[in-house]
């Protein structure tokens, strides 16, 4: 039984989230679900819909709720934020170490703290008593912008510090070095931390992780919308929103590093201490970070991060190398806005200029056209260069990127290479701007656009090009999963005419793979065999590996599950798919014109044919709706519910018998009512609908909840 009051209760349940976001964000270790992360924060929600005067800016709830604003109000910082002074090479560090030593002798017995330099965007975070009350961008180093509500959308900002540990708090990840285990254990407890500042300002680099960039770019990329270059710009522009519901659909994150003021109570008086007081405090820190006595070590490390930056899994442009003794550091002074006691040791540059030979284009999987530079071979950082990415079409245009130009390029980590934009001071007049082809460079069909996004697209769906593209995708790890049939075997698979769409892979004969190059035996018996079981594989994969535009594989495990077969999609009208969480009138667009081209319907018929046919177990459909006390009833769902987010509503409501649909008509039954509601109330009170809450929701089904969300007895 809960003893505890209404007030504590809620008190708990603030400290449990933050705790959990922390596992999440900060040591990137949860210890729960995303689930029932959300179910706490829904419940926490609720009640504040009760007690909404129990309501703070450090309520978890306050991360994603601010409006849309007018412009940045300007923020001066408590004092200049500073930038660093390069050194390029072990020789600048020593040269740089000498210059401080004979100002200050102190620097000889002086320890050095080596962190990665992340490329992102440096922010001022303030928090009084404990809570972060305001965050702004560097601006010139004295003022900056107030961004607050869109840094309070970073899951990895603490909006309440220390962050305490709640039972169970699990060992940490790092996410510098993914799966070694980091020295810090878990949040400290309060009585560890002595005398947290009233107020305290601390600064920090927000940015995003590569993977998080790629995948971001790929989802704008399927959607048809415009990518991003690079992670950098992408930390940039999203913290520049005026609206804070985009930064918070952005994947940012940070890392802090610095005290740059604390009013009544102690800060460490090191470096290395600073670091481990901001962890325990619950603030995300570099776990690269080490102390050495000497420069040389100093140096040591900083060479061996040279060498594998990469691992850090976010943009480096190098080490710095900081004065342990934060007093000696202030005492030095800075030049100009570089503080003497610090410097950054950059890794050897990835951006290179070179010639920029020829303008080509890509034909991916959804027939979308990519340019791409053809280079004169360059060397960065080890790689010989040849191509880069030129992003769309516009890039072109709007960065007047002309066939044989001088381009800056530069190629980052796992990122593909890319082309920054050209060098115009060395143009000689024998360059010609770029027109976009009118028709694919490899069926000559002409190109389309689709109104609202910048990518043109083949639209042809025998287009060579798109067929070796959606042959590699359909066999790929996320799709069927058909090992040993790679990209060379795909060309020579459509070169010999045995493959014309991805449904003749399942007749192919073992005799047809021995006449061709490369193929023995068991080589042939192997691919054949993996082709067979991959027939197997479940409804979502296979929705996944047919390619249709806006459907990746969460949208075609949503698929999947609510029409159980290809059958019943097939029959899916655009108005019914957009009942679907995450599917817009683009994407049901897209589908629908999927199955109703014939050269789609065929590839169908012929995988039928096949027994390539996967059916799932559960269907939810939509239209043949399963029985339960909400059979026959049609729901919409509008504001934040107490306990059950929209995708969980719906799965319960599906669950039980009933199906969700987006828009209110005379054919709802009921609407089903949460905070913040948008115009849907209105229609509904117009059109008579009956509104209802998720309580009343659970009654109709049988089950019944308390006022916090809990099962009652
Ligand atoms: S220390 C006095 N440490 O690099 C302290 N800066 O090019 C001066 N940066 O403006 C900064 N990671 O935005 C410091 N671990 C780190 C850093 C870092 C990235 C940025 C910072 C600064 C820029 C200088």
Request: glycine content about 8%; some cysteine.
């Amino acid at each position: 039984m809960d003893h505890s009051t209404p007030r504590q209760h809620y008190d708990d349940l603030q400290q449990k989230i933050h705790f959990h976001n922390h596992c999440y964000h900060v040591l990137d270790a949860p210890v729960i679900s995303d689930l029932e992360f959300d179910r706490l924060l829904a419940e926490l929600k609720a009640i504040e819909a009760e007690h909404p005067e129990w309501v703070t800016a450090a309520s978890p709830s306050q991360r994603a709720g601010a409006a849309p604003a007018e412009r940045f109000e300007k923020v001066r910082h408590p004092r200049p934020i500073l930038s660093l002074a390069n050194a390029f090479g072990a020789d600048d560090a020593r040269a740089w170490f000498e210059r401080i030593r004979k100002l200050d002798d102190r620097v000889e017995t002086s320890a050095f703290v080596v962190e990665p330099k992340i490329d992102g965007l440096s922010v001022v975070l303030h928090y009084r008593d404990g809570v972060f009350v305001q965050g702004a961008t560097r601006g010139d180093g004295e003022i900056g912008e107030d961004i607050s509500a869109n840094l309070r959308t970073v899951g990895a900002i603490p909006l309440r510090i220390p962050v305490q540990a709640v039972a169970g708090g699990p060992a940490t990840m790092n996410r510098d070095q993914p799966g070694q285990l980091s020295i810090f254990k878990s949040p400290a407890s309060p009585s560890t931390l002595s005398g947290l500042p009233a107020y305290l300002v601390v600064r920090g680099e927000a940015f995003l992780m590569i993977r998080d960039f790629e995948a971001l770019n790929q989802r704008l990329e399927e959607a048809g919308e415009k990518t991003y270059l690079n992670p950098r710009n992408t930390a940039a522009g999203s913290l520049r929103q005026l609206d804070p519901a985009i930064t918070a659909a952005r994947p940012l994150t940070l890392l802090v590093y610095q005290v740059i003021h604390a009013q009544g109570g102690d800060v460490p008086g090191s470096q290395w201490e600073t670091l481990e007081w901001l962890k325990a405090l619950g603030f995300p820190v570099t776990n690269a970070a080490r102390r050495f006595s000497d420069l040389e070590s100093a140096i040591a490390y900083t060479e061996t991060w040279a060498k594998r930056r990469d691992e850090l899994g976010y943009e480096a442009d190098g080490m710095v190398i900081k004065l342990d003794n934060l007093a000696l550091s202030a005492d030095l002074g800075f030049v100009g806005k570089d503080p003497r006691g610090a410097v950054a040791f950059k890794f050897p540059g990835r951006e290179v200029t070179t010639s920029l030979k020829e303008i080509r284009v890509n034909v991916g999987r959804t027939g979308v056209l990519t340019p791409y530079a053809v280079l004169q071979p360059v060397e960065i950082s080890g790689v010989i260069v040849e191509r880069a990415t030129l992003h769309n079409f516009d890039f072109i245009s709007e960065k007047d990127i002309r066939t044989g130009d001088r381009v800056l390029v530069k190629r980052a980590g796992e990122v593909i290479p890319y082309v920054i934009g050209p060098v115009p001071g060395v143009r000689t007049g024998a360059e010609r701007p770029y027109v976009p082809p009118a028709t694919c460079p490899a069926c000559r069909q002409p190109v389309e656009h689709f109104a609202g996004e910048v990518a043109w697209y083949c639209v042809n769906a025998a287009c060579p090009a798109q067929l070796v593209r959606n042959i590699e995708h359909f066999v790929s790890r996320s799709a069927l999963d058909i090992r040993g049939l790679g990209i060379k075997i795909v060309e020579q698979l459509i070169a010999e005419g045995l493959v014309q769409d991805v449904a003749d892979l399942y007749t192919l004969q073992k005799e047809q793979l021995l006449e061709l190059e490369g193929f023995a035996d068991k080589k042939a018996e192997n691919l054949i065999q993996a082709i067979r079981a991959s027939a197997n594989q479940p409804l979502q994969r296979l929705l996944t590996a047919l390619g249709i535009r806006g459907v990746g594989e969460v949208v075609a495990a949503d698929l999947a599950r609510t029409f159980g077969s290809l059958d019943a999609l097939a029959e899916a009208s655009a108005e019914d798919l957009q009942t679907l969480e995450g599917i817009g009138p683009n994407i049901a667009a897209g589908i629908v014109d999927w199955f109703s081209r014939a050269q789609n319907q065929k590839v169908l018929e012929k995988l039928r044919a096949a027994r390539v046919w996967p059916v799932s177990r559960q269907p939810s459909a939509v239209g043949g709706q399963q029985p339960g006390p909400l059979a026959g009833m049609a729901f919409v769902v509008t504001g934040t519910l107490p306990t059950l987010s929209r995708e969980g509503a719906r799965e319960f409501i599906e669950q039980h018998g009933g199906k969700v649909t987006d828009s209110v008509s005379k054919k709802t039954s009921y609407l089903l009512l949460g905070e913040n509601p948008g115009s849907k109330l209105e229609k509904a009170r117009t059109l008579g609908v009956e509104v209802i809450r998720e309580d009343d929701l659970r009654r109709l089904c049988g089950l019944e909840k308390d006022a916090f969300g809990r099962p009652s007895k």
